[in-house]
């Protein structure tokens, strides 16, 4: 055996640092489902039954719930920023990539609106990094898959943070609220995008007023 030849206890170590990760990342993925029907001020029991573990695997990996909070906010951007290229490729139709991002991206926000009152007395600095790290990750996928969608030219009208800042406008509120449908107005408005970069009338900003409402 070489020095550079891995030992059995590296393998072995190795072998539990993947499936820790593979743990987490399940576990996380049952965070953010159960968030997104119950809020994240769901149970961690609920959590738990999803994931098929024990609540005390979930305080290990997360002792606190901005701890679980925050991760599953950085596991649900990581996986849109991977779901936009990868959309493009397997849809077909651009527009179609488009729309399947946006209602992940609505079910994010059920996190992301949430993160305040979990962080609690770390809100402002914490979510301030955060809100960063998120528009630096999912703008430029956003962008990319509108100028897929609508050609270049007609892109630049509605750009990706113009089209995430009126669907987090939509979807304030909207995960409790019986009578307003957040995932539905959401993809009107990308209905209407896909419309205006279709066409070659005024852009949404140009349109004449009514005449005597000002």
Request: hydrophobic share 45%; proline share 6%; charged share 20%.
């Amino acid at each position: 055996m070489t020095t550079s030849d891995p030992t059995p206890a590296d393998t072995t170590s190795r072998a539990r640092r993947a499936d820790a990760r593979r743990n987490e990342q399940a576990l996380l993925d049952a965070a953010a489902a159960v968030f997104v029907t119950d809020g994240v001020d769901a149970p961690v029991r609920l959590i738990a039954a999803r994931a098929g573990v024990g609540m005390g695997t979930i305080y290990r990996h997360f002792p606190t719930r901005p701890a679980l909070v925050v991760a599953v906010y950085r596991h649900q951007v990581e996986a849109l920023a991977e779901a936009g290229p990868a959309l493009l490729r397997e849809a077909g139709d651009p527009g179609q990539a488009l729309r399947r991002w946006v209602a992940g991206f609505v079910d994010f926000l059920v996190t992301k609106h949430g993160l305040a009152d979990a962080l609690g007395a770390d809100a402002g600095e914490g979510a301030n990094a955060l809100h960063e790290y998120f528009i630096d990750r999912l703008v430029p996928v956003c962008d990319a898959l509108l100028e897929a969608a609508v050609g270049p030219a007609a892109s630049g009208r509605v750009t990706g943070y113009m089209l995430m800042r009126g669907i987090g406008n939509l979807s304030i509120g909207g995960c409790d609220a019986l009578r307003y449908d957040a995932s539905r107005l959401a993809q009107l408005l990308v209905a209407g995008v896909l419309a205006e970069g279709g066409d070659q009338g005024p852009a949404c900003g140009e349109v004449s007023p009514v005449p005597g409402a000002r």
